[in-house]
């Protein structure tokens, strides 16, 4: 009954240990074919992640402007999509 006991004060460092081996193995054996993958997309996730910096770069260098993010900015925009122009007054008298 001591190693029950033990076990139980252990079960979850015991259980993590199992499922760390069982996603170890499992990744083991998929792991050739996920390194073909990365090996053929490098430039692909590197691109892509010099991007993302540089976006990132770019919007603390240069915040967006208080103005031009008022969200009633682009309303007169959307109503002439929509074809809700205003009718505008002709000079023709």
Known sequence: MEIYSVFLQHRFFLSAAVALLLSL???LTIMPPVISVL???????????IALVAIIVIGQISPIPREFSDERQGE???????????KSSSVND
């Open 25 to 27: 193995a499992c990744l």
């Open 39 to 49: 090996y053929y997309f490098w430039p692909l996730f590197v691109s892509t992640a």
């Open 76 to 86: 007169a925009l959307l109503d002439y999509v929509a074809g809700k122009q205003e």
